[in-house]
């Protein structure tokens, strides 16, 4: 589209007092594109305050903003293979992914500091971490994969629209499972330091 409205413009002359408007599908996406260059960041903001006000500490609220900027890996390999494009289906499907890949970093850092709360180390607490969670990481991909599976197959009428969300929230949930398990512990590990918050201390500061 943009290549065609490039070449119209540069070799249609058009009378005067005529104008010409490019519409449909390219006008609605142009017009949600802009909402998301909105809406990502700010939801991006929310996510972060809210990390903050549970873990008490910006680190810990960086790492699962760091484990939620890789999920989106999966979902554009998935795009990719699939041969589809991006869209504003697709947009959506990251914004649902985020939501996802931010549950799964609060599960697995708030455990591994509860580990650490008790007394193990660092490499310890990461260690029996990413193994004793994977049960409850692995149920809450499934739900989701397992659901979403059928639209991400299908190619019936309508599934234009609905094919493309499922794609990526699928493809991203299925690489995200051995990002969380494996990076997500190995990072916590290089950022963690003797003077961290855990859980031990939030008691402290309410008593």
Do not use: C
């Not at 760091?66 to 554009?76: F, I, K, R, V």
């Not at 794609?167 to 949930?173: E, K, R, S, W, Y």
């Amino acid at each position: 589209m943009e290549e065609a409205i490039e070449k119209v413009n540069r070799e249609v002359k058009l009378p005067q007092g005529y104008t010409l408007d490019w519409a449909g599908e390219y006008e609605s996406q142009k017009r949600a594109s802009h909402r998301l260059a909105i809406v990502i960041p700010l939801t991006l903001l929310v996510i972060m305050l809210v990390l903050y006000s549970m873990f008490r500490s910006f680190k810990w609220g960086l790492l699962v903003l760091l484990n939620l900027s890789l999920a989106p890996l999966g979902g554009l390999l998935a795009l990719l293979v699939t041969g589809t494009h991006f869209s504003v289906s697709s947009g959506i499907g990251f914004l649902a992914l985020f939501g996802v890949s931010v549950q799964i970093g609060v599960i697995m850092i708030e455990y591994i500091n509860q580990l650490r709360g008790r007394g193990q180390t660092v490499h310890d607490a990461a260690l029996h971490g990413a193994t004793r969670r994977l049960r409850p990481v692995m149920m809450t991909m499934l739900v989701a994969t397992l659901g979403l599976l059928p639209a991400a197959m299908s190619h019936g009428i309508g599934s234009d629209s609905q094919r493309p969300f499922a794609i990526v929230i699928v493809g991203g949930l299925l690489t995200g499972l051995a990002l969380s398990l494996v990076l997500l512990p190995t990072f916590y590990t290089w950022v963690a330091g003797p003077t961290d918050v855990l859980p031990e201390e939030y008691e402290e500061i309410t008593e």
